[in-house]
């Protein structure tokens, strides 16, 4: 897959519209139609999208997503998708709907056929909307597929939802609608190395901060390290029982793991969230806490 930063000319293709953040089943669905037309029809796939969301231009925040860019990109790849652009929404911010199709899509793609969610707006004021898009399909010669709601149970599959989940703390129900499982790549990194002072050494990750950020607390997880998934145990706090910085941190005991990985990068798979992180009044009440912990993961 070609990552492009900018507009450039590549005529015929079959796009999938959306920002797309967390690649979701919902939006799984929609990105694999694009694929599905551009292979049927011997032609090449794009995902249009942005760099940052759009809330960034409007107001001046920094949302909280379910995926780094690079985690991004990579399931995006994983699709078969040719073409990933990621334009800089202030560049097109102020187009009509009419200006954003006519001026963007077609001018540079000719698109011959158009993906987008059942609830897509786009251009200025939301000017556009899937039924535009239906509308002008035979003026500008493109085929338009809306995806309709995918659902997990009675619920529409959405990115709001996940990051409702994953906030507060049912992983499972986010992890269902995601279509994966959501978690944290990293390089291990040196921490006080208290874990092992009482004999639960651990492996320890920067969250990231553009994450959607999980409650305090403590977690069943898979790591992943050289394509090896072992079973683990996560605290991710601020260590109240051992620690008064406030400084928060992940931490992982990997369980039947005993090797030195320090530098090196694995990737923790968030399963369940076991009990919310407490202060206990001694560590060897934590130690026997730890214990159960790992007891019911095994």
Not at 110 to 138: C, D, M, R
Not at 216 to 240: A, C, D, L, M, Q
Request: hydrophobic content about 35%.
């Amino acid at each position: 897959m070609q990552v492009l930063n900018e507009l450039i000319k590549i005529p015929e293709l079959s796009i999938a519209l959306g920002f797309f953040d967390g690649i979701h089943k919902g939006h799984q669905a929609v990105i694999k139609n694009a694929v599905n037309f551009a292979n049927q029809n011997n032609t090449k796939s794009a995902v249009i999208t942005f760099k940052d969301h759009p809330c960034c231009f409007f107001y001046g925040t920094k949302p909280k997503y379910l995926l780094t860019r690079e985690e991004k990109h990579a399931k995006i790849a994983a699709l078969g998708i040719d073409y990933l652009f990621e334009i800089d929404f202030e560049s097109i911010s102020g187009l009509k709907a009419d200006e954003y199709l006519k001026d963007v899509l077609v001018k540079y793609f000719t698109p011959k056929a158009i993906t987008t969610g059942w609830n897509h707006n786009f251009g200025y004021k939301q000017s556009g909307n899937v039924k535009f898009l239906a509308q002008n399909a035979e003026k500008y010669d493109y085929k338009y597929f809306e995806i309709s709601p995918q659902k997990e149970g009675l619920k529409n599959i959405s990115s709001t939802a996940i990051r409702d989940y994953l906030f507060d703390g049912l992983i499972e129900d986010a992890n269902k609608m995601l279509g994966y499982k959501f978690s944290i790549k990293g390089e291990v990194v040196e921490g006080q190395k208290l874990g092992r002072k009482i004999g639960f050494r651990t492996a320890n990750l920067i969250y990231p901060d553009e994450l959607v950020d999980l409650p305090f607390g403590v977690y069943s997880v898979e790591v992943n390290h050289n394509n090896k998934i072992y079973k683990g145990i996560t605290n991710f706090g601020i260590r109240p029982t051992v620690s008064d910085n406030n400084i928060r941190s992940l931490e992982t005991h990997i369980l039947d793991f005993d090797k030195d990985i320090y530098g090196e990068n694995i990737e923790v798979s968030f399963i369940k969230m076991l009990r919310a992180e407490r202060k206990f009044n001694s560590i060897d009440e934590l130690t026997k806490q730890i214990n159960k912990d790992i007891k019911e993961i095994v």
